[in-house]
């Protein structure tokens, strides 16, 4: 029998463990994991064809967890079936794929520039729900400028789809420079978190919890610089209209008070996401692993993680204090203020040839 991604036949998983793999991998988020399991049985599809048809994840994913080559489909020289849909825009080729959308790199023609182009796939064109959060998204984008965020474009439907563009940037993400390296050097792992830390306060200060830090979600653009992308998930801090008993985050980077469901999870929230990103920087491992995304949300709120020092030995005391500080259960006993983090790395930073004097409290 072919695959769903139509090659060569391969051993295949039970729904169990391909949703365990996507949960280790932290390729989806729990919602993103009901999503294909309600979309699965009302279809009659494997759990395989519902990642795709949702485009949660894409097919050299799942013929990465079905086992068979790890490259993308062939290329082809046929134009893009959504070359002409978009007014305004020629697109070039797919960037990848989530739950929200494919993202494509496309010729914004009014400008002549490269932009980063996410349409809400044909089958959510008349999900209001989903089109409330694709546009929340690009709104919350629109909302800030800053360097370490990817600035967005423009926003609108065209033929019957829903689109968002966004700055281009050319780098991979975060956790695509961890796979291909590993664990980063303890100066760049801080680096960039003092940037991801920037780009958050930037966004705080516009009344904005982005709610889905993770490495997926950092851009490396050239030179080093982070930037923050996908607000999919981004809370208006103004906003009444708080969601109870719902978690808005992927598992493997959820705060306690994420995985509790609380509406009230603030900017410290992202400062948690921030530290396991650090913790999983460090070590190119994140503190936590589970099968099922109830079970790693568990650990977050209950479980100890390890102290980094245990994988990385050789971090300077302040770096390991740093880490420890940022995945305390307790919001309270994490940083206060985004200056006050930021100002903690800097710290550690500047005495880096002196690392006793660096220590966190």
Request: negative net charge; glycine residues 8%; hydrophobic residues 40%.
């Amino acid at each position: 029998m072919p695959s769903p991604t139509g090659g060569p036949a391969a051993p295949k998983p039970s729904s169990d463990a391909l949703i365990r793999l996507v949960v280790e991998k932290g390729w989806a988020t729990r919602d993103q994991i009901q999503a294909a399991v309600q979309y699965q049985a009302r279809k009659k599809v494997s759990i395989a064809e519902a990642f795709i048809e949702l485009s949660i994840l894409s097919e050299a994913q799942v013929r990465r967890a079905l086992g068979g080559p790890k490259a993308p489909p062939p290329v082809t020289t046929e134009p893009h079936p959504l070359a002409d849909a978009i007014k305004g825009y020629r697109i070039l080729k797919c960037l990848g794929s989530g739950g929200m959308g494919d993202v494509y790199l496309a010729k914004q023609t009014s400008l002549d520039r490269l932009v980063a182009l996410k349409v809400l796939p044909a089958h959510f064109s008349n999900d209001e729900a989903f089109i409330e959060r694709f546009v929340i998204e690009a709104r919350a984008a629109g909302k800030v400028f800053h360097e370490n965020i990817v600035a967005g474009v423009d926003i609108g439907e065209s033929n019957g789809r829903y689109f968002f563009a966004m700055e281009y940037v050319q780098g991979p993400t975060l956790r695509q420079l961890i796979q291909k390296t590993g664990a980063l050097a303890e100066d760049r792992a801080l680096d960039i978190a003092c940037q991801v830390a920037a780009g958050l306060k930037h966004a705080y200060l516009h009344g904005l919890v982005h709610r889905d830090i993770k490495p997926a979600n950092i851009m490396i653009a050239p030179g080093n610089i982070a930037k923050i992308c996908d607000f999919g998930l981004a809370r208006d801090i103004n906003d009444s209209a708080k969601t109870t008993g719902v978690v808005q985050s992927s598992p493997a980077y959820a705060s306690p008070e994420q995985g509790r469901g609380r509406p009230d999870a603030d900017h410290r929230s992202d400062m948690y996401s921030l530290g396991v990103t650090l913790f999983e920087m460090f070590t190119g491992e994140r503190p936590f692993h589970a099968d099922t995304p109830a079970a790693l949300l568990a650990k977050h709120a209950t479980v100890a993680p390890p102290s980094v020092d245990e994988i990385r030995p050789d971090l300077a005391p302040a770096s390991i204090a740093l880490v420890k500080r940022l995945l305390r259960k307790d919001p309270k006993q994490r940083f206060e203020t985004y200056d006050q983090l930021i100002e903690a790395i800097q710290e550690i930073e500047e005495s880096s040839n002196e690392p006793e004097s660096g220590d966190v409290p």
